[in-house]
């Protein structure tokens, strides 16, 4: 793996053989379509397609939501594929001890090959079924240099259950976020103070309260994984989006609250002064007490590696690295920066083939990210993925605390990945 400048990047890498170290992963799409209360999943696939998600099932609690259907090589060529699905959703359905509200028939790779009439099958099972809702949907790793890979699909088929409605709440969606944001959040707190209330779909133990979703004025898109999900919403519900990613840049949250206070015609600005003011000084308390340790960033940590890197550089921390997989489109401006002023930025693909060889085992980073302690394996890593619950000014602050609490503790980034319940 060549230890090559930022300004001689060439992003995207070249295709290559990709390295997948235990410590990638995430939220897969067992893990995220479990967000939806009272649904249940079939997963149609050979037998080696479902390991997968039952190992994502039982390391993540909701083995008893998922179900499958091991088809074989002779169901394929018999032509009775199709009425396979449906015959097994009768026999699921006895089997369960209740009927869920939402039924997800997820296909692997081999689907896209088939050439199977899922909307058939699920008029069918429609016809059949009339109080359940069932969705099509995939886990096939071919699509994931696609526009619509299974991740952005799956937030589509989610978010796609919502009905049209006829009431409007002073209600705000939060899209892209795995988990809900605490009640003390500047986003939350600025909101309510206003009359506002926001939502997370993890807020919601039933469907029928998952669908007043429905009801919100606006979604906040905060990971690019729901944008389409958004765009979707617009379009069949009426409910417009502001596409505002997390980002731990404070001029950036001030932008974003102008935004905000425009839409709701109310001011978020002044109030979130405050919060601003705190969000800098918590910035110069971490810079004072890890100096000069060299911090690297991990892609899977943080939705935008390269604007987190050009505000701990601008706030004098020392930036050794970012591991990341390529340079997306809302990242773009910020990489052109980093080159510009910071060039001895390394920016490193941990999915090269050339990760195996651990180029960086040994060197003293602060990490940001548990595959960046993989790959150097530094016990001092920030046990964080995509995000997690962070968001705003307040999001910034933790993030600090994070860092300090990684730079003076000692990590076991095995045990990080266990509790993390990755699946590759």
């Given at each position: 793996?060549?230890?090559?400048s930022?300004i001689?990047?060439?992003?995207p890498?070249?295709p ?8 990638h992963g995430?939220?897969?799409?067992v ?6 209360p009272?649904s249940h999943?079939?997963f149609?696939c050979?037998?080696?397609c479902g390991?997968h998600?039952a190992?994502?099932?039982e ?6 939501r ?16 199709e009425?396979l ?5 009768d ?8 009927i ?5 028939i ?6 896209d090959?088939l ?12 016809r059949k ?6 969705r099509h949907c ?11 890979p299974p991740?952005?699909?799956i937030?589509m088929?989610m978010?796609?259950?919502?009905g049209r ?6 209600q705000i969606?939060?899209l ?5 944001f605490?009640a003390?959040?500047d986003l ?5 103070e206003k009359g506002w209330s ?8 039933s469907?029928?309260s998952f669908?007043?979703?429905?009801e919100?004025?606006?979604?906040i898109v905060?990971a690019p994984?729901?944008?389409?999900s958004a ?5 069949e ?14 001029k950036?949250v001030e ?5 905000l206070?425009e839409?709701?015609?109310?001011d978020l ?5 405050g ?11 971490a810079?004072?007490?890890i100096g000069?340790?060299p911090?690297?960033?991990d892609?899977q940590?943080?939705?935008?590696p390269?604007?987190?890197a ?5 706030h004098g921390?020392n ?9 997306p489109s809302h990242e773009r401006?910020?990489f052109d920066?980093?080159?510009k002023k910071y060039?001895?930025?390394l920016?490193e693909?941990?999915l ?5 060889t651990f180029p960086?085992?040994?060197e003293?980073?602060l ?7 993989y790959?150097?394996?530094s016990d001092?890593?920030v046990?964080?993925?995509e995000?997690?619950?962070l968001y ?6 933790r993030l600090?605390?994070m ?6 503790g000692?990590a ?7 509790e993390?319940g990755?699946?590759?």
């Amino acid at each position: 793996m060549s230890k090559c400048s930022m300004i001689n990047l060439s992003c995207p890498a070249e295709p290559s053989l990709h390295y997948v170290s235990p410590a990638h992963g995430g939220w897969g799409v067992v893990r995220i379509a479990a967000l939806v209360p009272e649904s249940h999943q079939l997963f149609v696939c050979p037998f080696a397609c479902g390991r997968h998600g039952a190992l994502g099932g039982e390391q993540n609690g909701i083995k008893d939501r998922i179900s499958y259907l091991f088809i074989t090589e002779s169901d394929i060529v018999s032509g009775d594929f199709e009425q396979l699905i449906i015959d097994s959703v009768d026999e699921l359905f006895e089997a369960l001890p209740k009927i869920p509200k939402v039924l997800f028939i997820f296909t692997s790779c081999l689907d896209d090959l088939l050439g199977t009439d899922h909307e058939a099958i699920l008029a069918e099972l429609d016809r059949k079924f009339p109080h359940v809702k069932f969705r099509h949907c995939t886990m096939n790793p071919i699509s994931l240099d696609t526009s619509y890979p299974p991740g952005v699909t799956i937030e589509m088929n989610m978010y796609g259950l919502l009905g049209r409605s006829g009431v409007k709440r002073k209600q705000i969606n939060i899209l892209g976020s795995n988990v809900s944001f605490d009640a003390e959040c500047d986003l939350k707190t600025l909101l309510r103070e206003k009359g506002w209330s926001v939502s997370h779909i993890s807020d919601h133990d039933s469907f029928e309260s998952f669908k007043t979703m429905s009801e919100a004025r606006l979604n906040i898109v905060t990971a690019p994984i729901a944008l389409k999900s958004a765009q979707q919403m617009e379009r069949e519900l009426g409910i417009p989006y502001i596409a505002s990613y997390v980002n731990h840049t404070p001029k950036a949250v001030e932008n974003f609250y102008e935004e905000l206070s425009e839409f709701i015609e109310e001011d978020l600005v002044a109030p979130s002064k405050g919060y601003h003011i705190k969000a800098e000084e918590k910035l110069a308390w971490a810079r004072s007490v890890i100096g000069d340790q060299p911090i690297a960033i991990d892609f899977q940590a943080i939705i935008k590696p390269f604007s987190l890197a050009l505000t701990l550089s601008e706030h004098g921390f020392n930036v050794g690295m970012i591991a990341s997989d390529g340079v997306p489109s809302h990242e773009r401006a910020a990489f052109d920066v980093l080159a510009k002023k910071y060039p001895d930025i390394l920016v490193e693909n941990p999915l090269a083939h050339e990760a195996v060889t651990f180029p960086f085992e040994g060197e003293q980073y602060l990490c940001i990210g548990f595959d960046c302690g993989y790959m150097t394996g530094s016990d001092k890593v920030v046990n964080i993925m995509e995000d997690e619950g962070l968001y705003g000014y307040i999001g910034i602050c933790r993030l600090m605390d994070m860092l300090v609490e990684a730079y003076t503790g000692k990590a076991n980034v095995q045990e990080m990945i266990k509790e993390a319940g990755l699946i590759i």
